[in-house]
């Protein structure tokens, strides 16, 4: 459900959570969106950092620059101008993916517990363009939905301590790739070639929040002579 109005979440005294709404959808991400664009055409005095999810912000700020009181004044005044305010085109972004053996371990398993083929897995996943809601959990983690109901897969009971970077993943109805080798407990069922976070480029995502993603399968020897 999106909220006619914001709901705040104080976060000690200089942090504030503003939520818009309580699940996961296109409408909901794109008031989170839209406000973001905002603050960032109208920069606040005071305003240290926004950091977008799904559905909320978490908005920094200096409170010897700014009051709390002040601050949600504020952003209550720009909520009232911003409703259907243009926001970027989105570009789309086609992932090369080699799905399953050393590359998606979790394939089988994924497999297993619904009762379909390895092949109707990748048909789906592949199948659909999913949106980028936020960017999280390491640079450049792209989460991103959502999937087909027939592959609503739970996490693993037991994180991985290490996975490789590239590595694509499910959960849940979400989909995401992970950029650098980290731990994790979503369900790996392949690997992409392409880099998603390099520290040296400008900017250092290859995918932004309100992106579209194509997963296309590939084989493992395009995998392995695939350029980096």
């Given at each position: 459900?999106s909220?006619?109005?914001?709901?705040?979440?104080?976060?000690?005294?200089?942090?504030l959570?503003?939520?818009?709404?309580?699940?996961?959808s296109?409408?909901?991400?794109r008031?989170?969106?839209?406000?973001?664009?905002?603050?960032?055409?109208?920069p606040l005095?005071?305003?240290?950092?926004i950091?977008?999810?799904y559905r909320?912000?978490?908005?920094?700020?200096?409170?010897?620059?700014?009051?709390?009181?002040?601050?949600?004044?504020?952003?209550?005044?720009?909520?009232?101008?911003?409703?259907?305010?243009?926001?970027?085109?989105?570009?789309?972004?086609?992932?090369?993916?080699?799905?399953?053996?050393?590359y998606?371990?979790?394939?089988?398993?994924?497999?297993q517990?619904?009762k379909?083929?390895?092949?109707?897995?990748?048909?789906?996943?592949?199948?659909?363009?999913?949106q980028?809601?936020m960017?999280?959990?390491t640079?450049?983690?792209?989460?991103?939905?959502?999937?087909?109901?027939?592959?609503?897969t739970?996490?693993?009971?037991?994180?991985?301590?290490?996975?490789?970077?590239?590595?694509?993943?499910?959960?849940?109805?979400?989909?995401?790739?992970?950029?650098?080798?980290?731990?994790?407990?979503?369900?790996?069922?392949?690997?992409?070639?392409?880099?998603?976070?390099?520290s040296?480029?400008s900017?250092?995502?290859?995918?932004?929040?309100?992106?579209?993603?194509?997963?296309?399968?590939?084989?493992?020897?395009?995998f392995e002579?695939?350029?980096?």
């Open positions: 459900m909220y006619q109005n914001p709901r705040y979440r104080i976060m000690g005294d200089r942090a959570i503003l939520e818009l709404g309580d699940e996961i296109p409408e909901v991400n008031r989170v969106r839209e406000l973001v664009l905002t603050l960032e055409e109208n005095e005071g305003l240290v950092e950091v977008p999810t909320s912000l978490l908005i920094i700020y200096d409170p010897l620059k700014i009051g709390l009181a002040a601050l949600q004044h504020r952003i209550e005044e720009f909520q009232k101008k911003i409703e259907g305010i243009p926001i970027p085109e989105p570009k789309t972004v086609d992932i090369p993916v080699v799905y399953g053996g050393e998606g371990p979790d394939l089988e398993w994924v497999s517990y619904h379909i083929s390895r092949e109707e897995i990748i048909r789906l996943h592949s199948g659909s363009t999913y980028v809601y960017i999280g959990f640079p450049g983690f792209p989460y991103m939905g959502e999937l087909p109901q027939r592959l609503a739970p996490r693993r009971e037991t994180p991985r301590t290490v996975i490789p970077a590239g590595s694509v993943a499910i959960a849940q109805r979400q989909t995401g790739i992970y950029p650098v080798e980290s731990p994790g407990g979503w369900q790996i069922i392949g690997r992409t070639p392409l880099k998603l976070f390099d040296t480029q900017p250092p995502t290859l995918l932004e929040m309100g992106d579209r993603v194509r997963f296309s399968p590939i084989e493992d020897e395009e002579h695939w350029p980096r």
